[in-house]
């Protein structure tokens, strides 16, 4: 018969790795000898078992509020774990893992999509939990969006997404072929519904129009926000306005359109008419590999090498500025900064926990 561990104790067990040298003492001399095993064993729920050992007097009200706090952490834990302090581009930076939402017990990101910054607040695409979550600056889950269950012919799955200046949220649900559209309390407006021989991955938006591009057809479609297709651009292939699985599209603050054409590795340019403009190529060997992009306030561009694991920096005329996070990003194949470009949120593969670097 397998031997049953109190609560306590595995509350102990639970907590060993999160705790610093200090709480780790603290813990130890609190939890002592003084479990009697065979009432914990009986107390499945946390509160019921602080309180038995409150009112047998195991342990004092302070030890108890501590405890309680610890418990707290397990329950609702910051899931951010600094991995290392390092310098880059003359800046203190400091990389960090955020291994599951928080807010929910024992939900972790399962199966993640796009994310970006919205006012400072990472949107995230848990695909594997049919939602998305807004995390505010200290990585709480603020609000969730979905799964609105039964609403759909299948599972909602976002796999990107992108918000308005109005607080419209626009989830790219490729499994339903189609957006859906939220306002600020989650509630569906509107509903976009895209061709069913598309392959679509990634959703911005540029003035009051949608951006969708196609990995299947290796194009970017271009609709209103009312959901109206204007027009498209690509198709395979190696000319200006050709792309070979064209992932990722970001957009400056001149209305300037950036597509990472994967295939061709190099990020094309394109005005807002889908006009070819100019494209970002090697850049003197510092670009091998054209996967995530994002664009911070300044109009910088951060592309995202996932065979050299790496973030590329330029500066708003496509100028190479530095590599950043070379060798700490994984395959950095999803991207987001923030305007102040103070924040890089970078994921790879297994799609289950984001790398946040801030400085």
């Given at each position: 018969?397998?031997?049953?561990?109190?609560?306590?104790?595995?509350?102990?067990?639970?907590?060993?790795?999160?705790?610093?040298?200090?709480?780790?003492?603290?813990?130890?001399?609190?939890?002592?000898?003084?479990?009697?095993?065979?009432?914990?064993?009986?107390?499945?729920?946390?509160?019921?078992?602080?309180?038995?050992?409150?009112?047998?007097?195991?342990?004092?009200?302070?030890?108890?509020?501590?405890?309680?706090?610890?418990?707290?952490?397990?329950?609702?834990?910051?899931?951010?774990?600094?991995?290392?302090?390092?310098?880059?581009?003359n800046?203190?930076?400091?990389?960090?893992?955020?291994?599951?939402?928080?807010?929910?017990?024992?939900?972790?990101f399962?199966?993640?999509?796009?994310?970006?910054?919205?006012?400072?607040?990472?949107?995230?695409?848990?695909?594997?939990?049919?939602?998305?979550?807004?995390?505010?600056?200290?990585?709480?889950?603020?609000?969730?969006f979905?799964?609105?269950?039964?609403?759909?012919?299948?599972?909602?799955?976002?796999?990107?997404?992108?918000?308005?200046?109005?607080?419209?949220?626009?989830?790219?649900d490729?499994?339903?072929?189609?957006?859906?559209?939220?306002?600020?309390?989650?509630k569906i407006?509107?509903?976009?519904?895209?061709?069913?021989?598309?392959?679509?991955?990634?959703?911005?938006?540029v003035?009051?129009?949608?951006?969708?591009?196609?990995?299947?057809?290796?194009?970017?479609?271009?609709?209103?926000?009312?959901?109206?297709?204007?027009?498209?651009?690509?198709?395979?292939?190696?000319?200006?306005?050709?792309?070979?699985?064209?992932?990722?599209?970001?957009?400056?603050?001149?209305?300037v359109?950036?597509?990472?054409?994967?295939?061709?590795?190099?990020?094309?340019?394109?005005?807002?008419?889908?006009n070819?403009?100019?494209?970002?190529?090697?850049?003197?060997?510092?670009?091998?590999?054209?996967?995530?992009?994002?664009?911070?306030?300044?109009?910088?561009?951060?592309?995202?090498?996932?065979?050299?694991?790496?973030?590329?920096?330029?500066?708003?005329?496509?100028?190479?500025?530095?590599?950043?996070?070379?060798?700490?990003?994984?395959?950095?194949?999803?991207?987001?900064?923030?305007?102040?470009?103070?924040?890089?949120?970078?994921?790879?593969?297994?799609?289950?926990?984001?790398?946040?670097?801030?400085?």
């Amino acid at each position: 018969m397998e031997s049953q561990i109190s609560p306590l104790r595995q509350l102990y067990f639970d907590l060993n790795k999160k705790l610093d040298d200090e709480d780790h003492k603290q813990l130890k001399i609190l939890v002592g000898d003084k479990i009697d095993k065979r009432q914990c064993q009986k107390l499945e729920c946390p509160s019921d078992l602080f309180k038995a050992l409150e009112e047998g007097g195991f342990i004092a009200r302070d030890n108890l509020k501590l405890l309680k706090e610890l418990f707290h952490a397990i329950q609702k834990p910051a899931l951010v774990d600094v991995v290392v302090e390092y310098e880059a581009q003359n800046c203190q930076w400091s990389m960090r893992i955020l291994k599951a939402q928080v807010g929910q017990p024992g939900k972790e990101f399962k199966l993640l999509g796009d994310y970006v910054f919205h006012k400072e607040k990472l949107v995230v695409c848990n695909r594997g939990h049919n939602i998305a979550q807004v995390l505010d600056e200290g990585y709480s889950c603020e609000k969730e969006f979905g799964p609105f269950s039964g609403q759909f012919a299948k599972p909602f799955k976002p796999r990107s997404v992108a918000v308005s200046s109005d607080n419209l949220y626009f989830f790219l649900d490729n499994e339903n072929f189609q957006i859906v559209i939220c306002d600020n309390n989650g509630k569906i407006v509107k509903i976009i519904t895209l061709p069913r021989d598309v392959d679509p991955f990634c959703v911005v938006l540029v003035k009051r129009f949608v951006l969708v591009t196609d990995i299947r057809g290796h194009r970017v479609l271009k609709y209103t926000q009312d959901g109206e297709y204007i027009a498209e651009v690509g198709g395979r292939g190696h000319g200006q306005k050709e792309f070979i699985t064209p992932y990722f599209v970001a957009v400056n603050s001149k209305d300037v359109i950036m597509v990472t054409d994967y295939g061709n590795r190099c990020v094309k340019c394109f005005d807002i008419e889908c006009n070819y403009l100019y494209e970002y190529s090697h850049l003197g060997g510092e670009l091998y590999s054209v996967c995530s992009i994002a664009v911070d306030g300044n109009d910088n561009v951060y592309i995202g090498d996932d065979v050299n694991c790496k973030v590329v920096k330029l500066s708003s005329d496509g100028k190479w500025i530095c590599n950043l996070f070379e060798g700490e990003l994984g395959s950095p194949f999803y991207l987001a900064v923030t305007a102040a470009g103070d924040r890089i949120v970078s994921m790879g593969t297994p799609k289950t926990k984001l790398r946040v670097f801030t400085k």
